[in-house]
């Protein structure tokens, strides 16, 4: 199984192949358009990430010891973020998500190439995944 | 004055963001600074910075000077019998906060009935909502129709002996459709019901004439009409100011202080406690002096051909809807909020921002709109009379192209 790390630099090295920005927003799109069906009766307001201009929907259960994320959003560019954070994230033990230090993101260029409103919106994202692998940690 | 003249006054219209030409539909929230505003608030950030009011000395003078002349020109530009009708706060929403709280915990108690149109800013929602949570008055809603029009009907049947103030926006922030206020002032005053007009977006498309009007209070930033952010201004008729309470104490707010009790100043003053924003208030001078030229002739009909070009583009585009509809005597301003089938406001926004078209996407501080609308939010296109056709058409066509990438 390839480390965080290896799938981390995977992502950044594939979303750099992009030179246009609205050919990453492609990129996202259909990266979201990856995600498996979300449950209506999981978008509940406790699974809703605060600070988002569009509605995402954030969920995570315990399976064999790793924990899986799964997600949805009403507007597509931000599906495709958090469908990106999931591709990393999804499946790994929650002590390495929780020890990670989430650099990645800023070598992806995503934050400062989102409005701060946005670029809120990321930040909440990534401290919900951050939240949910602390609270899912051995104790 | 020809409308390459008038680009030229406003530096930022030349940057470009991410190498491309920024095409700036973002004015609603707020206006580019001409060079005229620009320079005047270098000149007095470097060379007339004294406290106003206060001192004798020279630097003083003029900084006091520059600060009251604005008063003036402010005074004159809207059509207000005085200068001393003019209270300078830090905007708009400064303003109304300012009302709600003076004028509404003098004259406002339980019982009474406050009339506000559906289609308000949060800003002339929530402090009247503040207003009742303490005197236990109540708000009427005055709904707009599907076509986002006020009914003049309807606020007669809404309009009863216990309603005390009317407030109006004179454009909606959403729906740029121009509101009748002095029918508004009219029907209200037979009823003894006063009126405050949020003039925000007014100030920017129309020549406000309050004294024609005959409305009690009028409000608008500096900010969306050319001026220094941190500026905004309330009008009020000289008898309400003089009736009203103090707003928040301070310096120069007072005649006399003494532990056994202080009395205050006459108005304007008696509402500016603590140094005020001299700076950016002398900035108003020349803004209201750009905003007068962008009124006229040749801007004027600029300004109308991108209105009519884009109201056509968006109406006859079945994948949009548009709210806010010229007709029954709504004149539409080039404001222009709208939702497209589905495509989710946000992912269009930053679709477009990439293309270097800046628009605003959200909720625009009006949830109660969104949600008699039936959307969680709204795509926002506003112009400015810097604004040309050919930037309305890469608009219009950029706004295809990332529609049918969100296909």
């Not at chain 2, 608008?220 to 009008?235: C, D, E, M, Q, V």
């Given at each position: 199984m390839k480390t965080l790390k290896e799938i981390q630099n995977e992502k950044v090295e594939e979303f750099a192949m992009f030179d246009d920005w609205l050919d990453k927003y492609s990129y996202l799109?259909?990266?979201?358009?990856?995600?498996?069906?979300?449950?209506?009766s999981l978008k509940t307001d406790d699974r809703l990430i605060k600070?988002?201009?569009?509605?995402?929907?954030?969920?995570?259960?315990m399976e064999d010891g790793s924990l899986v994320f799964s997600a949805d959003s009403d507007a597509l560019i931000t599906k495709g973020i958090i469908a990106l954070l999931v591709s990393v994230y999804s499946g790994r033990r929650p002590e390495e998500i929780a020890s990670d230090d989430f650099s990645f993101i800023e070598r992806l260029g995503l934050r400062e190439n989102l409005s701060p409103t946005r670029a809120n919106g990321l930040v909440s994202m990534i401290e919900t995944i951050r939240r949910m692998a602390e609270n899912n940690c051995a104790k | 004055m020809d409308l390459e003249k008038f680009r030229s006054q406003f530096p930022q219209l030349s940057r470009t963001v991410y190498g491309k030409?920024?095409?700036?539909?973002?004015?609603?929230?707020?206006?580019?600074?001409?060079?005229?505003?620009?320079?005047k608030w270098a000149e007095s950030a470097s060379m007339n910075t004294a406290n106003i009011h206060r001192a004798v000395h020279y630097v003083a003078s003029v900084a006091t000077e520059e600060y009251e002349n604005a008063r003036k020109a402010v005074a004159s530009y809207i059509g207000a019998s005085s200068p001393s009708e003019i209270v300078f706060t830090s905007g708009a929403t400064a303003s109304l906060n300012l009302v709600a709280s003076s004028y509404g915990s003098a004259f406002i108690g339980k019982g009474d009935e406050i009339i506000i149109a559906e289609s308000e800013h949060h800003s002339d929602i929530v402090p009247w909502q503040m207003l009742c949570e303490r005197t236990g008055a109540s708000i009427k809603v005055w709904k707009v129709s599907d076509d986002g029009h006020l009914d003049l009907a309807q606020l007669e049947s809404?309009?009863?002996?216990?309603?005390?103030?009317?407030?109006v926006a004179h454009i909606s922030n959403v729906l740029g459709l121009v509101n009748p206020v002095d029918d508004i002032v009219n029907i209200c005053h037979s009823k003894g019901c006063l009126v405050l007009v949020d003039g925000a977006q007014g100030i920017v498309h129309t020549r406000p004439d309050v004294s024609k009007t005959g409305c009690d209070f009028y409000v608008?930033?500096?900010?969306?009409?050319?001026?220094?952010?941190?500026?905004?201004?309330?009008?009020a008729r000289k008898e309400l100011l003089d009736s009203m309470p103090p707003f928040m104490g301070g310096g120069e707010m007072i005649n006399t202080v003494r532990w056994s009790g202080s009395t205050y100043a006459e108005a304007p003053m008696k509402f500016e406690a603590g140094t005020q924003n001299f700076t950016g208030v002398a900035t108003l001078v020349p803004a209201l002096s750009v905003l007068q030229s962008s009124m006229e002739e040749d801007l004027a009909a600029n300004t109308d051909k991108v209105c009519g070009y884009v109201l056509d583009a968006l109406s006859s585009d079945r994948r949009i809807h548009l709210y806010g509809l010229p007709g029954d005597g709504f004149v539409k301003i080039p404001l222009f909020s709208f939702s497209v089938e589905h495509c989710h406001h946000e992912d269009l926004a930053l679709i477009l921002d990439k293309m270097g078209i800046a628009v605003r996407?959200?909720?625009?501080?009006?949830?109660?709109?969104?949600?008699?609308?039936?959307?969680?939010?709204?795509?926002?296109?506003?112009?400015?009379?810097?604004?040309?056709l050919s930037e309305a058409e890469y608009f219009v066509r950029s706004l295809d192209r990332a529609i049918s990438m969100l296909a």
């Open positions: 799109i259909e990266l979201g358009n990856t995600l498996p069906p979300f449950p209506e600070g988002c201009q569009s509605r995402v929907w954030l969920d995570a259960r | 030409p920024l095409v700036y539909l973002d004015n609603a929230a707020t206006a580019l600074r001409p060079q005229s505003v620009i320079d809404l309009l009863s002996p216990s309603s005390k103030i009317c407030c608008f930033s500096g900010h969306k009409a050319f001026a220094s952010p941190g500026t905004g201004i309330l009008y996407s959200g909720q625009m501080c009006a949830e109660p709109l969104m949600d008699r609308f039936g959307v969680t939010g709204m795509l926002r296109a506003s112009f400015a009379p810097y604004n040309t």
